[in-house]
């Protein structure tokens, strides 16, 4: 079975603080794609931030950089200067390219305070 | 083209009665995906079409469940003889052929069964 663990269901943070959200995931493919999405309150999933199995470099967009542990099956998000705007549920998802789909971890729920 | 669209946003519908609702996917995306989510989890996969061919469906879609994909343009997700448990979001997702590249999400149906 494939899947996706996020073991914090809640997080908080300070604006203009730094704040790492956990994520591990199990499967048997090597080829796969890993993606964190946001998810803000009344609205639509966006994407965050995306990562290549196969590419070592941890990938960055912005404020949001990833820590990428194949041998650990380990993909942590990373927000820095954290924003009011980053309040959002985030959710960790694996695409295996076999299944061709989205496998979504259960989602930590990220609260920044001023 | 604004995105993915779905109609309608809220559904409140009583035990026993059919519902259906309509996802508009991004207009030149050839793959579009269903996926539901309860409170408090991730969203799971439902079942997903390449064009007007429906690809894969999920266990958890029960016969009362029904997706078509008239023409490779939009969706109708059909729930038949609701239960409370099918008290969920409906989520609708479509990209570009797979998901590595980016799967662009809809705001959601929140279905209500009383």
């Known amino acids: 079975a494939q899947t996706v663990t996020q073991s914090q269901p809640e997080m908080s943070v300070q604006e203009a603080e730094t704040v790492t959200l956990s994520c591990t995931y199990d499967t048997s493919e090597n080829n796969y794609y890993l993606f964190w999405y946001k998810q803000p309150p009344s609205r639509q999933m966006i994407l965050v931030i995306r990562?290549?199995?196969?590419?070592?470099q941890n990938a960055t967009e912005n404020r949001f950089s990833v820590n990428f542990q194949k041998a650990a099956k380990s993909f942590s998000l990373k927000i820095s200067d954290s924003q009011l705007g980053d309040t959002a549920m985030y959710f960790c998802a694996c695409y295996p390219y076999n299944t061709d789909k989205l496998i979504f971890g259960t989602g930590t729920r990220l609260q920044v305070f001023p | 083209d604004t995105g993915v669209s779905q109609d309608p946003r809220h559904k409140i519908t009583k035990r026993g009665q059919n519902v259906t609702f309509r996802c508009d996917p991004i207009?030149?995306?050839?793959?579009l995906y269903w996926y539901r989510q309860t409170l408090g989890q991730g969203p799971e996969f439902l079942t997903y079409?390449?064009?007007?061919?429906?690809?894969?469906k999920s266990r958890l879609l029960s016969d009362r469940f029904s997706a078509e994909r008239p023409k490779g343009s939009f969706s109708t997700l059909e729930i038949q003889r609701t239960e409370q448990g099918d008290s969920a979001m409906y989520l609708c997702a479509s990209s570009l052929k797979s998901l590595n590249t980016e799967a662009f999400f809809g705001q959601g149906t929140r279905l209500t069964v009383v």
């Open positions: 079409f390449q064009n007007e061919a429906q690809l894969e």
């Open positions: 207009s030149e995306h050839n793959r």
């Open positions: 990562q290549e199995a196969y590419k070592q």
